[in-house]
């Protein structure tokens, strides 16, 4: 088997949150450095991983996804010293539209939450991020490559057309689907992430091209909270190709994989896509400080080997995932599950 390529930048790990705001509690921020040094390390030992560096991002490959206030408003954020955290104060909801993204104050025109802070490195690390999903994307199908895994962070789901939010600047997943869309007809975008994908949901949510499948924790009292309800199914000519698996808190491997094998699978299997992007958050393991599911390292395997029976093109994306002494197992866990799957 050919050595599955992994695209990483160093720049990746110059952007270094130090706190969020989480209902009035200043918490240190989970989405550290050491969650892609975790990742890193075991990919780096373990020959089946390919390590590369991802090329810079082609002008358009952003603008396909976000707004232009959005990217201003990043670029306003490297003004600010290096080390400075700065996070939206004001959030005005009768005046959309009408912020200045050169001016930091507006920030809460394109924010929706208090946990995503704008920093002087946040850009350049967010748009590595995007440049690795992006190549594992466009690396599908060349001399036979079937799986490729991007290792990206700062994560993507929860940004939106012109929003950041839950530790998301730049929509990685949505990047990498809408280049797949150039190339091929039919995309599939599944999120495993612990929390709902409300980012790359909103983005297709009219879309009958892409179809987007998300497994996550009940919104009912899980972040996002606004969003991945079952009821949301897809709007206008992209109704029926959006689909919200919640499940309770708590929910353990045997349960988690019986809803893959009787909902996820047969949507994909019926959606005949011509490629995979997976939204890769492992925030669903036992030991997650985030998350509140009880997925074993051996679950997250399982959880591959069944997506890649699939037998689909299937670029990876990192999305989230907080216990960092485990990261780099449980990566490679659902990698191998996924390469082994489609053998
Ligand atoms: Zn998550």
Redesign the pocket.
């Known amino acids: 088997m050919n050595p599955l390529p992994t695209f990483f930048h160093p720049e990746q790990l110059a952007f270094k949150p130090r706190y969020e705001w989480a209902f009035g509690e200043r918490i240190d921020h989970p989405e550290t450095t050491a969650r892609a040094e975790s990742i890193l390390a075991a990919v780096q030992a373990d020959p089946m991983f390919s390590l590369r560096v991802p090329d810079e991002l082609p002008p358009g490959a952003v603008q396909s996804v976000h707004s232009q206030p959005l990217m201003t408003l990043y670029h306003t954020a490297t003004l600010l010293a290096p080390g400075e955290t700065f996070y939206p104060t004001v959030f005005p909801k009768e005046s959309q539209g009408r912020g200045d993204p050169t001016r930091l104050q507006h920030a809460g025109h394109w924010c929706f939450d208090a946990g995503t802070p704008l920093t002087h490195e946040a850009l350049p690390a967010a748009t590595w991020s995007a440049a690795c999903a992006l190549e594992a994307a466009r690396i599908l199908g060349r001399d036979g490559v079937a799986l490729s895994y991007a290792l990206s962070r700062p994560?993507g789901h929860h940004a939106t057309r012109g929003l950041f939010g839950g530790y998301c600047y730049f929509n990685n997943a949505a990047i990498a689907a809408r280049h797949l869309r150039r190339k091929r007809k039919r995309v599939a975008i599944l999120d495993i992430?612990?929390?709902h994908g409300n980012g790359t949901q909103s983005l297709f949510y009219r879309d009958p091209s892409v179809l987007f499948v998300s497994i996550h924790a009940d919104p009912t009292d899980a972040f996002p909270y606004f969003a991945g309800f079952p009821e949301e199914s897809g709007a206008g000519r992209g109704l029926g190709y959006n689909m919200n698996l919640a499940l309770p808190r708590g929910t353990d491997g045997a349960h988690y994989l019986r809803v893959l094998d009787d909902h996820v699978v047969p949507a994909l299997v019926a959606f005949a896509p011509d490629a995979l992007v997976l939204s890769a958050?492992l925030?669903t393991y036992h030991l997650d400080p985030?998350?509140d599911f009880e997925l074993t390292t051996e679950d997250l395997h399982e959880v591959g080997r069944r997506l890649g029976r699939l037998r689909l093109p299937t670029a990876v994306i990192q999305?989230?995932?907080y216990y960092t002494p485990d990261l780099g197992l449980n990566a490679t866990a659902l990698l191998r599950g996924i390469a082994a799957g489609q053998r």
């Open positions: 994560p992430d612990y929390h958050g925030d985030v998350g999305e989230g995932g």
